[in-house]
C-alpha cells in the first residue's frame, strides 16, 4: 500500500487534469476563418488527450507499486510534449498533422529553426531542452523503461556476469517510498510540460 505522501504527490495531477481542458477550451473559443487554424488545436487535442488517459492509467500503477510500468508513462508525457512542441519547428504544419494522424514518423521532415536538423527524437528533445533544461536527461533516463536495458536489468540481476550472478524474476516491484515520490514528481513536471507546450500553440 502507498504511502499518504505518495498520495498527496499523486494528487497533484488533479489540477493538472483541469489544466488539460482549460488550454482546449481555449482554442474551440477561438474561432477564425483561417483554415489553417485548425492546426493548432487538432495537435493539442491529441496531446492532450494522450496524457489524460496515460495519467489515469499512470495514478493505477503507482497505486499497484509497479515502477517498471508507470516509469514508461514518464517517457509517453515528454514525447507528446516533444511531438507538440513539433509545430514550433517545422514551416509545414499540415503535413505534421498528416503525419500524427496517419502515423509517419516525423523524423524525415525538415526543421524550419535549423535547416539541417530533421524533426528526430534527439532533436525535438534537445530543442524542448532549450527552455527545460531537465527534458533531455529524462528522456534519455526513461527511455531506459522503454527498451531492454539498464533499470530491467538492475531489477532481474545482480553480482558478476558469469559464474556467481544472483538472477530474480517477480511480478512485482518493490520500490521504497522514495523511488514512488521520486517518480511521481517526474510525472508530474512531465505533465505540466505537456499542458505549458501545448498553451503555446
Avoid at 41 to 66: D, F, T, W
Avoid at 88 to 110: C, F, I, N, Q
Avoid at 134 to 159: C, N, Q, T
Avoid at 175 to 184: F, I, R
Wanted: glycine fraction near 4%; charge should be negative.
Amino acid at each position: 500500500m502507498i504511502s499518504s505522501a505518495v498520495v498527496e504527490c499523486l494528487d497533484g495531477l488533479d489540477p493538472l487534469r483541469e489544466q488539460h481542458y482549460a488550454v482546449l477550451e481555449k482554442f474551440m473559443l477561438h474561432s477564425s476563418s483561417d483554415p489553417n487554424d485548425f492546426i493548432a488545436p487538432a495537435i493539442a487535442a491529441v496531446a492532450l488527450n494522450r496524457s489524460l488517459r496515460v495519467i489515469k492509467g499512470y495514478r493505477v500503477l503507482v497505486e499497484q507499486e509497479n515502477l517498471t510500468c508507470a516509469s514508461a508513462l514518464v517517457r509517453l508525457q515528454i514525447d507528446s510534449a516533444m511531438r507538440a512542441n513539433a509545430l514550433h519547428l517545422t514551416s509545414d504544419p499540415k503535413e505534421l498533422l498528416r503525419r500524427v494522424r496517419v502515423g509517419e514518423p516525423l523524423g524525415k521532415m525538415k526543421s524550419s529553426v535549423h535547416p539541417k536538423e530533421t524533426l528526430k527524437d534527439r532533436y525535438l528533445h534537445d530543442q524542448l531542452s532549450v527552455n527545460h533544461t531537465w527534458v533531455s536527461a529524462l528522456y534519455v533516463d526513461s527511455s531506459g523503461y522503454i527498451h531492454m536495458s539498464k533499470p530491467a536489468a538492475d531489477i532481474a540481476l545482480a553480482g558478476p556476469d558469469g559464474l556467481g550472478m544472483i538472477v530474480r524474476i517477480s511480478e512485482t516491484d518493490q520500490p521504497s517510498e522514495s523511488e514512488l515520490l521520486e517518480n511521481v514528481e517526474l510525472f508530474v513536471k512531465a505533465t505540466a510540460l505537456v499542458v505549458d507546450v501545448c498553451r503555446t500553440l
